[in-house]
């Protein structure tokens, strides 16, 4: 049996979705799966980017990793996504990425594959269950099949989050947190092994 494709597709401003879309890539592989690494497009202005350092810093710092294409959704068996939330949405930034996927998805192209999303916003409060659900009601009309964490592992009781999908303050991922997005994300290889076997 092959090893179920994983795309770990993220946006981040500063960091934090960096950092949560790595620790479910490091878990989606020592579950057995073949994982890529991608980001949305930025799409701010240069001269807003410029004027934060932080912000700057973090472009610099993952101008390795490639930017998604619609062929990065085409490959994938599952899909683990991590987005900050901009006023109890997904940043714009992930939502022009995912409003080029028409044709793929006309095609059918995006059924039949698993998906798990992630957030994190500046408050505990800030939006972090709306933007999961939106991602979810995205996927749901590509025909993808949701793997949302619930309360299936006690570390769901312990990082703070909720059922749908891990959520961070930003700038807090702690080791509480890695061990949310492990189970989480090794629940998406779990689940995608069974899609594709």
């Known amino acids: 049996m092959s090893a179920p494709k994983i795309l770990v597709l993220f946006y981040t401003t500063y960091g934090t979705n960096h950092a949560i879309a790595e620790a479910a890539a490091d878990a989606a592989r020592e579950a057995g799966a073949e994982v ?19 912000w700057k810093a ?40 995912i409003d080029t996927l028409g044709p793929i998805w006309q095609e059918g192209k995006l059924a039949n594959k698993t998906f798990t999303a992630t957030t994190s916003a500046q408050n505990v409060h800030g939006g972090q269950e709306t933007t999961i659900h939106s991602l979810y009601t995205t996927a749901m009309h590509w025909g993808t099949i949701i793997v949302a964490p619930g309360y299936a592992d006690p570390v769901k009781f312990e990082d703070g989050g909720n059922p749908y999908g891990y959520s961070a303050q930003a700038g807090s991922f702690d080791e509480k947190g890695k061990e949310s997005v492990a189970y989480q994300a090794k629940r998406l290889v779990e689940f995608t092994k069974k899609l594709t076997a």
């Open 36 to 54: 890529k690494v991608v980001r949305a497009r930025e799409t701010a202005p240069q001269e807003a980017i410029d004027g934060q350092e932080p």
């Open 58 to 97: 973090q472009i610099e710092k993952m101008a390795h990793i490639p930017e998604a294409t619609a062929d990065d959704m085409v490959w994938a068996d599952g899909y683990f996504v991590s987005v900050p939330t901009r006023y109890g949405v997904p940043a714009s930034q992930m939502r022009a990425f």
